[in-house]
DNA sequence: TCGATTTCTTAATCTACATTAAGCTCGGAA
DNA sequence: TTCCGAGCTTAATGTAGATTAAGAAATCGA
C-alpha cells in the first residue's frame, strides 16, 4: 500500500470520501522525510503542519527550565502528530518534534487544513474525532501518573507501544514514563530476575 | 443573563448561529441542577450528557485501585464537563461528577449531540475546536506534573482558578495538583511565612 | 578503523513527598 | 446546645524515586 492509500484508509475508519475529495485531499499533502535524530519542529518555531507518519517514528517532546526533557508522545506510523498548543494559536510552541529513525510524513498545513474544513465538512468531523480520541488518551495518561507507581506506568507503556519497544531508545521511555534513566534502569532488572 | 443566553454566548465566540437554529439548540438542552455534594454521574454508569455548567460548580474525579480520588477537572460557571470516555464509547466510565456547591447546568444529550452534528455542521465545528483547547490544556498539564515541583503547581493552580481556590475544598485543590491534604496544608504555611 | 560521544547500568546517598497519628475547628443534625 | 463527623493542621517517621558518580557498552564521526 503506498503512502496516500494508507492516509485514505486511516481517514475512511472515521468518514466517506468520495473519490473526488479523497484525490483533493490528497493534493494538499506535502511529503515530509526527516534522517534519524533531525527536527522536524523546534520549540520557539510556530507549527504549520500537522505530521501523518507513514514510516518510521517520531517523537514530541519539550524542555524544562532544569534542561530536562519530557516526552509528550511517540508517533509511530499511522498516527498524526503536532505540537497542538502552537499550531492552533499560530504562535511559537515550547515542543521539539524528532525523528528516531529515517521517517517519512505526509505534512497537511494549517492553511490546508482550514481549506478543507470549509470545503469538505467532514474534515471537521474527521479531526474532531480524532482530537476527542487524543484527549481521552492524555486524560486516562494524567491520571495514570497520579495513581500508579512507576513500574505500572512502565508495564502500561510496554503494552501501548508494543511494537516500539525495541526501536524507542530507554532514555525516551524513562522521560515519558516520567522516570529518570538510571531508575528504569533498576526497574527493567527487577523485572527480569524478581519476576 | 438568563441561562440560555450565556451559553449561546459561549457558542457564539466560535460559530455562527441562525436565530432558528439557536432555537433548535436550546430546545434541545435539558436543565439538570444538583444540591451541593450530589453525584450527576458515577463511575460504573454510562455518561449520556455532556454538561454545561451555568452557575455553582462541579468536579471530575476518579477513585483509584487504593481508594484515592483523583480530581480531573473543576467546572465553573461556562464551563462545559463529562466523562470523555463513557461519553464517547457509551461505555461505564470511572469518573463520578459532583457538585461543590449547589449547581445549574445544561445538559446535552450524546443523542441530541450527534443530531445536531448531521442537522447543523457548524456544531462540529464547535464541538472540535472546544475539544483541541481541552486537549492542548491537558497536555499542558501532564508536563507540568512531569518538570514542576508541587509548590510551583499549586502557584499554576491559584492563578488558573483564581476565582474559585475559596469554593474548592483544600482537600480537593490536593488531589487536582497530586499531593496530599497533609502536604499542601505544609506548603500554605511555608508561602505564607517564608515568602 | 578507531577515538569520542552518547547511552546504559550499577550503586551509594539524598530528598520531596507519603504515611501515620494526633489534636483542632467548624458546620450541620437532633 | 451539644455532639459528631469531616476537613484542616502539625509533626514524626518512612519510602519511591532523584541525584551523583563512575565504569561498561553501544554508536558515531572522520
Redesign the interface.
Known amino acids: 500500500m503506498d503512502n496516500k492509500s494508507l492516509i485514505l484508509n486511516n481517514i475512511g475508519k472515521w468518514i466517506n470520501l468520495t473519490e473526488a475529495e479523497a484525490d483533493h485531499f490528497t493534493s494538499l499533502l506535502k511529503p515530509v522525510t526527516a534522517k534519524r535524530k533531525e527536527l522536524i519542529l523546534e520549540a520557539g518555531e510556530i507549527c504549520r503542519y500537522s505530521y501523518f507518519v507513514t514510516s518510521g517514528c517520531l517523537r514530541g517532546y ?1 524542555i ?3 534542561g ?1 526533557e ?1 516526552v ?1 508522545n511517540f508517533a509511530a506510523p499511522n498516527w498524526w502528530i503536532a505540537d ?2 502552537s499550531l ?1 494559536s499560530q504562535r511559537p510552541g515550547n515542543t521539539y518534534i524528532q525523528a528516531l529513525e529515517p521517517t517519512s510524513t505526509l505534512a497537511l498545513s494549517k492553511d490546508a487544513q482550514e481549506r478543507l ?1 470549509r470545503e469538505i ?1 467532514a474534515f ?2 474527521f ?2 474525532i480524532i ?6 488518551s ?6 495514570d ?4 507507581t512507576a513500574e505500572e506506568r512502565y508495564q502500561n507503556f510496554c503494552k501501548r507501544y508494543a511494537g516500539l519497544t525495541d526501536s524507542i531508545p530507554a532514555k525516551q521511555v524513562a522521560s515519558y514514563i ?1 522516570v529518570t534513566p538510571e531508575f528504569l534502569s533498576k526497574m527493567k532488572h527487577k523485572l527480569l530476575y524478581k519476576k
Chains 1, 2 share one sequence.
Open positions: 519539550t524544562d527550565a532544569n530536562f519530557h509528550l497542538m498548543y492552533l474544513y465538512p471537521e468531523r479531526f474532531r482530537t476527542e480520541n487524543s484527549l481521552v492524555f486524560q486516562q495518561r494524567l491520571l501518573n497520579l495513581s500508579l516520567g
